[in-house]
């Protein structure tokens, strides 16, 4: 086995970023350092079922270890379902989901992110819904219902409230989105 | 009885048959509903909850005070804006300082939060309001001699601290389970019952894993139950049991078909409600389960 060969793989522990944990337990996981790396998160992830390389406890130990680029190149964070059956059974009640999402939270400020959680946020504060069918006025109809729910879609007052608190909020700091005054148009689904 | 209608995106823009039912079945057992005009999205997972805390509990805290001015409980039938809505909530109620923070926002609106409504998930509100033996009294068709397979969806039951209708043990429900019983139906175990669908996130970061996921699920209830109809508890996990089974029949992953509807439909359908109303846009073939229920 060549030398190169044989640190395949090894991480070393000098060159983690030491600041990273400080930044998740600012942005939601304030628990982060009660993690005992027991394992109980990972049985009952639906994302370690379903074949990710990163879930719940390998994100928390790769927090831990300051390893930002390895976090940030991969992107399991985005799969996590949020059904917080980690935060059910954590017997030190880390709450591994709020640090996945704070995972997230960082990765979103260095912009990486997947596409769809872009549009996903275009859309919600271009419509106030994540998720938008353009078309799907005929299908209302077709069951008899009113072409628009009762929601911002339907009322241009609440719209502008919406976006009043988004753009107030700390996505406009970021950047990620266009914040003008919009009308609502185009199909998203996320 | 009247409750704030939350309607939530998947429902009103993929779904509107579920919002139908709705509409018609909780009418039906004498609950009014307000449309809490004005409501936006919970927000979903992927969007501000993503961002910042402040942002996320903002949007929601919003949506719950259509309802608190109205004095109100919210119901849904959307797991995820149960449990975005609940969550915010959590947060706001535990938390002077993100509720100080978040109360600056909405100021610039013109409301508050003050913490006075309750997130309610439909068939729970109905379990706890209502009761079974309400629910069976009202029935215009009944399910006996019908075999149901039961997806209760994880927003339903995790995390349970936040939520305010609780099951005595999450990882053994019985809500879903005893809401379908008083229509009549058998309702059968499998090995899987608590797994997750996959939709969601995971859908729209890894289809295949997503997928995989769900045919697990079908083959395991398959074997073990082999049912009638499958009934969900939440309206993401009817999007993905209606849609993905025939992808899963295409690459030959499974050879049958599961009708898959929300308890809400199957509900609006033993008061009586028009199947193409409240059911009209299923891909499974719930046509003929109806068909034969009303047969009987």
Known sequence: MSEMQAVTGVVNLSAGDPALAGEIRELGGAELLECIQCAKCAAACPMVLAGFSFFNKKVIHAILLGLREELLDDSSIWACQSCNRCTEVCPREVN????????????????????????GLKSLYDTGHAVYLAGAGNTRAKVGLPEK?????????????????IRNSALADLGIIPMGETGVSETCEV | ????????????????????????????????????????????????PSVDVAGWCAVGARNLALAE????????????????????????????????????????????????????????YLDHELGPDRIREALKYKLDGFTIALQPGCHSLW?????????????????LKEMCEALGATVGYYTRLLD???????????M????????????SMKEEVNPDLLVTGCSSCLLQFDTAQKFLQKDKKIKFEIPVLHYMQLLALCLGADPEQVAGLAETNVRSFIDRVRKE
């Open chain 1, 96 to 119: 591994p989901f709020e640090v996945v999402q704070a995972m997230r939270r960082v990765a979103i400020r260095e912009f990486a992110l997947p596409t769809l959680s872009v549009e």
């Open chain 2, 69 to 124: 001015e109205k004095g109100l409980d919210i119901v849904t039938v959307c797991g995820s804006c149960y449990g975005s809505l609940a969550e915010a909530k959590y947060k706001l109620d535990h938390d002077p300082e993100l509720k100080t923070r978040v109360n600056e926002l909405l100021r610039n609106i013109g409301r508050e939060y003050k913490g006075t409504s309750q997130v309610r998930l439909a068939h729970y």
């Open chain 2, 159 to 175: 995390p349970s601290k936040v939520y305010f209708d609780k099951e005595e043990d999450t990882f053994h429900p019985r809500v």
């Open chain 2, 208 to 219: 295949e894993k997503s997928f995989h996921l769900v045919e697990k699920k079908l083959v």
């Open chain 2, 196 to 206: 997750c669908c996959g939709m969601g996130a995971m859908r729209s970061a890894d």
């Open chain 1, 149 to 165: 729910p009762p929601s911002t879609v339907a009322s241009k007052k609440a719209l502008q409230e919406l976006q009043t608190i």
């Open chain 2, 1 to 48: 009885m009247k409750i704030g209608f939350f309607v939530g995106c998947n429902t009103a823009f993929n779904r509107p048959d579920l919002e139908q039912a709705v509409r018609y079945a909780l009418p039906a057992l004498g609950v009014e509903l307000d449309n809490l005009d004005g409501q936006s999205c919970c927000p979903s997972w992927g969007t501000l």
